[in-house]
């Protein structure tokens, strides 16, 4: 059935929700501008900023002249370290305290770079970063969120290239709940979904990188405008199991998704990235894949974002580019970030 002029529901097999794709309204051709803008004029170090290298943060502590991905506490941490778990269950009005850490990942010592222009080993060892405090903290918590928020539209006030982790003692809602449907699939089908799903999407109108480890898709329900997926081809289930070849192949797949967003409108794309691996519980994963999301707010240009509100917040998401245009596009923008390219 070609969707691509019908008005439609589609569902997110990870969370059981829904989108309504309304693909008429795209119909009219494309005004904006795809033009480069002066990139940003920012410092290798910048006096002023909280992550550079030997400069103050807020709280007085001086960072130390770290030189490739460096790790610290989050000085305004939103979990907190050696609460007791416990339930406090009042019918209608339950709660239970939660304990857990937040950490600052700061990707380079280099103010003024972006993951895309990043050379591969130094993505490389933001990976091994990451896999080593999810490898860390997962022996405490039985959770732990990397992620990355980027840009000034996802809240990001600070250019310098970074992101978090929040380590908890419960496993939060998104992850629950992928974590269901997931077991659910496998108990009924014996696959793990999103190995199945990745079978599927290979070679099809929903691709936007595919290598022999890795795929990135729009996926068949994204939200937003040019929400991606990235997944591994392989059967994994947590950041720190990948070996050397398939992280090398991921700081690859990791700076080309990345320079194509910045591409498309010929800005910083801005985001909010994460991963999801199997929650650090007893009992077997088989039914987990790995995978990472790519949330991004813009639809038209640098400055028209998408906003979740009125239907939204009220009913369900929506959407007018299809899944399937928006794959389209981000495989027609060059693989190679802009600000690099006159450097070739
Ligand atoms: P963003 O990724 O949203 O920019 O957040 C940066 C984090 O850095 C934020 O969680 C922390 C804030 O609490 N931070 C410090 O830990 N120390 C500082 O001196 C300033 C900001
Ligand atoms: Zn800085």
Partial sequence: ????DLVHRRQNPLTGRWVLVSPHRTQRPWLGQIEPQAAPDLQVHDADCYLCPGNNRANGATNPNYE???AFQNDFPALLLGSNADTEAQDLFRAEVVSGECRVICFSPNHSLTL???SKEQVRSVIDCW????SELGTQYTWVQLFENKGAAMG?????PHGQLWASSHVPDEPAIEDERQRAYFAETGHSLLTEVAAQEAGGPRVVIETPDWLVIVPWWAVWPFETLLMPRFSVQRIEHLNAVQRDGLADVLRELTARYDNLFGCPFP???GWHGAPYLPGDHSHWVL???F??????????????VGYEMLAEAQRDLTPEQAAERLRRVSPTHYSLRDAQ
């Fill in 1 to 4: 059935m070609d969707f691509s």
């Fill in 68 to 70: 490739g991905p460096w």
């Fill in 271 to 273: 985001y909010s990235m």
């Fill in 131 to 134: 896999a080593a405090q999810s």
């Fill in 116 to 118: 895309p222009q990043l």
């Fill in 156 to 160: 990001c006030s600070n250019p310098h």
């Fill in 291 to 293: 995978h990472a999301h």
């Fill in 295 to 308: 949330y991004p707010p813009l639809l038209r240009s640098a400055t028209v974002r998408k906003f979740m």
